[in-house]
């Protein structure tokens, strides 16, 4: 306390000082607070491959949640090689503090500062928000508050940053609304250096901020959303949504025509601390073709387009040798999917694997093909496998368009326990459209199905067999065949559970995990708001709600107070049937996706009816020609 009192003093002293001198000072503060923190590898920066922080425009990449999963984004990594290679850009990093150290900040009264230089938030020219979860928005307030930013973007001015946001949730930020100058739609390689110059451009010119969100809005794929006013009906539906200003009616996602040549980190940060995903990972392609009803990566990703596979070689020897990482992860959507999936795993094998760097797949199909490619690249240790039947009945995959069979679950548990693995994993929803109890039990017996096949082959050799079930609950999204589906009433999940858990009883051997219906119930809600939420978010925040995807910190009583004080109707959102008439809040915000195809796809859903995927022809969704770009497979 009398090095604080000392460091108070001097700042009397000497008057206002720049955040470079108050930086200086507070140094002697921040080390005292890092020896008091559980985890102070999350604030100290400087890790391998450290970008130097240089340049008159200063951006701060905001990730709102800790240092481990903020630190696991590739959006994140890629984003920060292409701004730290633009001329004058200073590019920064921020993470959510966890609470030991919020509660550190607020005691010293010292604001949130960057991984590199420990630059305030405040004195950053933008602030760019990934939005990955909608359970992290009371998050980015907590973010915004510790850093000295204001909350609302009227409260700013030519002094503040900008604060822009993107990622999944930007294609419906509309509960966020009030609190983000500008939201980016699509795929950030291009549009970032564009508003990095469309601001620059503004502070040489001196115009207002007005003007400077009246320039993003001409951006393609920018959305600014002070530019568009709301009306609503009686019933609470909205009645219309209205540019204002000159900004256009629709804004249309950014993509990234090809990925060949596609910016792409080659030697990215490695963290002193152990993080989500520790380890190189190559983006093989980004899209999906398969058309599950209920995803929404699967529809504002698309069009597919590959990586080509000389590329990715290149990658992996420049990664593997800036990283030092003993494990390559091949990411996608659906990473056996990729066009040239068996050729690319033996040359990375070949080129590896005597140097003891591993070669994984985080998703995998339901299939004979993806345990083979399995085998092939887990010869030295078999942890585990883990695939998505989604549902336990045929009649309900069919509705989700799952494309996928029992014959095809059980074949490939076949292929997997016959060529030595012994844990598998399978996930599972409920509460989708259409469900009924039998589905529900439907769970169980495929499960103890996929068991039998396990301990059969066990006989055979040595160990048990370890079977888990991870089950959600159904969050109807944005951009989906799903998007005007209720979501089950919490009451209704939890008899769907207990009726599972009843079923699962009969075999004890198998572990079930379920996701809370409370958890669940709050990301509807804000998946599908809008910006009348926002008074909610700011309420919830306000009452201590942040961290709100980690279990230990999430307070659902809290939550629905907030409603009940800003007069919110949770279940208006979360639990109600849209019509194929009314505007969604996200009607003006374009993933390429027709609506009229969505809606064709939710009625398809409720007569069984498969989509084929669309590598075999067009399916006519649209997406194609409104971007103006098409599916694209690797050496094509």
């Known amino acids: 306390m009398y090095a604080e009192a000392a460091i108070c003093g001097i700042i009397l002293e000497k008057g206002p000082l720049s955040w470079r001198e108050r930086i200086l000072i507070d140094q002697k503060m921040w080390d005292a607070i890092l020896s008091r923190v559980e985890k102070p590898a999350r604030y100290i920066g400087g890790e391998w491959n450290q970008t130097p922080s240089e340049g008159d425009l200063a951006v701060c990449l905001a990730f709102p949640d800790v240092y481990e999963v903020g630190m696991s984004h590739l959006g994140l990594k890629i984003l920060y090689q292409i701004l730290s290679q633009k001329p004058g850009v200073a590019v920064e990093r921020a993470f959510a503090p966890w609470l030991d150290m919020e509660r550190e900040l607020q005691a010293a009264n010292l604001p949130l500062v960057s991984m590199e230089s420990h630059r305030p938030l405040a004195e950053f020219q933008i602030l760019g928000f990934t939005l990955q979860y909608e359970l992290s928005y009371t998050n980015v307030l907590q973010m915004l508050s ?14 503040h940053p ?18 983000l100058d500008a939201v980016v739609l699509g795929e950030g390689e291009d549009v970032i250096c564009e508003i990095v110059d469309c601001y620059r451009k503004w502070q040489e010119d001196g115009f207002s901020r007005g003007e400077l969100l009246m320039a993003l809005a001409k951006i393609p794929g920018v959305y600014v959303p002070s530019l568009y006013n709301f009306t609503y009906r009686a019933d609470g539906t909205i009645e219309a949504i ?27 940060l490695v963290p002193y601390t152990e993080i989500v995903h520790d380890r190189v990972m190559l983006e093989i392609m980004r899209g999906c073709t398969r058309g599950c009803r209920f995803c929404q990566a699967g529809g504002i990703y698309r069009p597919l387009r590959e990586r080509p596979q000389s590329e990715l070689l290149d990658l992996a020897e420049k990664l593997v040798s800036s990283t030092g990482y003993d494990e390559i992860s091949l990411a996608s959507l659906s990473s056996s999917d990729y066009s040239k999936i068996a050729e690319l795993t033996r040359a990375l094998l070949a080129k590896y694997g005597e140097m003891g760097v591993g070669v994984s797949l985080p998703s995998l199909r339901t299939d004979k093909f993806a345990i083979e490619l399995a085998q092939s690249i887990e010869k030295v240790r078999k942890t585990g496998l883990t695939f998505a039947p989604e549902a336990g009945s045929q009649r309900l995959r069919d509705v989700i ?60 050799g040595k160990g048990g067999v370890e079977l888990s079930l991870s089950v959600s609950t159904f969050v109807p999204k944005p951009q989906t065949p799903f998007q005007w589906e209720p979501q089950p009433l919490r009451e ?38 809008d910006r009348r939420l926002a008074s909610a978010i700011l309420a919830a925040w ?57 809606w064709q796809e939710r009625l398809r859903a409720y007569r069984g009816e498969l989509t084929a995927d669309c590598r075999g022809g067009c399916r006519g969704c649209g997406v194609c020609p409104e971007l103006g770009v098409a599916n694209h497979l690797a050496g094509e």
Request: glycine share 8%; aromatic share 10%.
């Open 146 to 159: 510790l850093g000295k930013v204001p909350l609302f973007t009227e409260e700013r001015t030519e002094k």
């Open 542 to 598: 306000q009452a201590g709600c942040h961290f709100d995807s980690w279990s230990e910190q999430f307070s659902f009583r809290t939550w629905l107070e907030a409603f009940q004080k800003t007069g919110v109707d949770p279940a208006f959102y979360a639990n109600r049937q849209r019509q194929e008439t009314e505007i969604l809040p996200w009607d003006h915000l374009k993933s390429g996706l027709k609506k009229s195809f969505l």
């Open 162 to 179: 900008l604060v822009i946001a993107g990622g999944p949730c930007a294609f419906n930020p509309e509960p966020l609304a009030p609190f």
């Open 242 to 268: 209205q540019p204002t200003g000159g900004a256009p009616g629709t804004i249309t996602k950014r993509v990234v025509e090809d990925l060949a040549g596609a910016p792409y980190p080659e030697n990215w």
């Open 492 to 529: 209704e999940i939890r008899r769907r559970q207990k009726l599972l858990r009843d079923e699962m009883s009969k075999t004890r051997s198998i572990k079930l995990s379920l996701h809370e219906p409370e958890d669940s119930f709050l990301e509807a809600v804000l998946a599908r708001g």
């Open 401 to 460: 368009n799952k494309g996928v069979t029992e014959d095809d679950l059980l074949t490939t548990a076949h292929a997997a326990f016959s060529t030595g693995w012994r844990r598998l994993k399978l996930y599972f929803m409920i509460g989708l459209p259409t469900e009924t109890d039998e589905d529900v039990q439907a769970i169980g017996e495929l499960a103890r199905k996929v068991l039998a096949i396990g301990r059969e082959h066990a006989k055979r």
